[in-house]
Every structure is written in structure tokens, then in C-alpha cells.
T-cell receptor, first 115, second 109 residues
Framework: DSGVTQTPKHLITATGQRVTLRCSPRSGDLSVYWYQQSLDQGLQFLIQYYNGEERAKGNILERFSAQQFPDLHSELNLSSLELGDSALYFC??????????????FGPGTRLTVL | KNEVEQSPQNLTAQEGEFITINCSYSVGISALHWLQQHPGGGIVSLFMLSSGKKKHGRLIATINIQEKHSSLHITASHPRDSAVYICAVSQGGSEKLVFGKGTKLTVNP
């Protein structure tokens, strides 16, 4: 158990819908990362938050957005869903000290299926 | 060309064999990570290294910064080691990870 929690575990929805994925980092970790794992693209970095602020952005679509709340949990919002958005979405956390690359601890993932 | 290349893509071994998985990268990095993804999907961080060698139980990870190459070794492999092993790098001062495509390891009893 990494200490990172994600809900829900599975999500099945229809095209055009909007969903919210939730992540709680390990106690004491300030950085949260979101990753997408699809069959054709593999694992890709989406976005990073540090202590409530966006720190880095990757291949995140405009239809996707994220935020980190004062209690440090994070939410990834996916809207106008398409079939191609079906994937495993992972959250990871690290302490996030500025300028220091730390080990990242992964949550169990949310499997999103868009029908 | 991917920034992180792994070989082999698939690997089948007999229980007890010594396993080596290789990772090459083409960018400057601050750290290299080895991850294990179980058949159920969960990802576990095995190692993070920026130089030299690290050992944890039957797992050994090495990195050669000059050659931009890392290896993950598993000694006395066991069926429970069956998983996908993923190499990832943190580029420069960034903490975001860039991933290889993974090596699927199957260890038969």
C-alpha cells in the first residue's frame, strides 16, 4: 500500500459526459502528479500540482483540467469524453521539495471506460 | 524515436534464472526510476537512482550516466516477479516522468 488513494476504482460512462477522478496523496506529500495509461500511448504525464499551485503541464487536453485543494487532495476533471479517453488514470505523490527530484508513490489507478 | 527505450519488450524465463532488463535514454536526466506494474494494474516504485548501483533484496539497478543506460537485474527469479517493468526518467530539473514502453516479464515455475 503506497498510501496514495484514488477513487473511484472503475468508472463507466458515455461519450460526451463529464467525470471527476479524485486522489489523496500520502501524508506529508505536497506534490501530486496525474498520469494517463492507454494501450496505444503507454504512460504519459498529464499535470503536476504542488501545494495547491500548478507546477508542470504535460500532454493534457484542453477538455481536461485539474486542481489541488487546501487539504492537498486533487481532482482531475475530464469533460466531453471521447472513446479515446478510455484509459487507466494514475495519481502519484511525492514530497516535492523545490529543485529536488523525489521518489513518486503511485495510487491504484482509476480505470475509465467510455462507451 | 522515443526518449526512453527499453529492451527486451517481452521476456520469458524459468524460475531461478538471472534476469536483465535494459533501458537507454537520449535526454539529460536528474534521475532514473524503475517501476513495477502488476497484472492488476497497480504501479510500485522499485528504485530511483542518479548514479551507481542500488540493491533491494533480489533486485539490483545500475546506471551509467556517460552511456545513458540503466539495467535492472533480478536474481533467482520467481513466478511472483511476473509483471511489467517500466523505466522512467526525470528530465533536467523537472519532476515529471517520461516513460519507456515497459518490459513484460513472465517467469514460469
Amino acid at each position: 500500500d503506497s498510501g496514495v488513494t484514488q477513487t473511484p476504482k472503475h468508472l463507466i460512462t458515455a461519450t460526451g459526459q463529464r467525470v471527476t477522478l479524485r486522489c489523496s496523496p500520502r501524508s506529508g506529500d505536497l506534490s501530486v502528479y496525474w498520469y494517463q495509461q492507454s494501450l496505444d500511448q503507454g504512460l504519459q504525464f498529464l499535470i503536476q500540482y504542488y501545494n495547491g499551485e500548478e507546477r508542470a503541464k504535460g500532454n493534457i487536453l484542453e477538455r481536461f483540467s485539474a486542481q489541488q485543494f487546501p487539504d492537498l487532495h486533487s481532482e482531475l476533471n475530464l469533460s466531453s469524453l471521447e472513446l479515446g479517453d478510455s484509459a487507466l488514470y494514475f495519481c502519484a505523490s511525492s514530497f516535492g521539495l523545490a529543485g529536488v527530484v523525489g521518489e513518486q508513490f503511485f495510487g491504484p489507478g482509476t480505470r475509465l471506460t467510455v462507451l | 524515436k522515443n526518449e526512453v527505450e527499453q529492451s527486451p519488450q517481452n521476456l520469458t524465463a524459468q524460475e531461478g534464472e538471472f534476469i536483465t532488463i535494459n533501458c537507454s535514454y537520449s535526454v539529460g536526466i536528474s534521475a532514473l526510476h524503475w517501476l513495477q506494474q502488476h497484472p492488476g494494474g497497480g504501479i510500485v516504485s522499485l528504485f530511483m537512482l542518479s548514479s551507481g548501483k542500488k540493491k533491494h533484496g533480489r533486485l539490483i539497478a545500475t546506471i551509467n550516466i556517460q552511456e545513458k543506460h540503466s539495467s535492472l537485474h533480478i536474481t533467482a527469479s520467481h513466478p511472483r516477479d511476473s509483471a511489467v517493468y517500466i523505466c522512467a526518467v526525470s528530465q533536467g530539473g523537472s519532476e515529471k516522468l517520461v516513460f519507456g514502453k515497459g518490459t513484460k516479464l513472465t517467469v514460469n515455475p
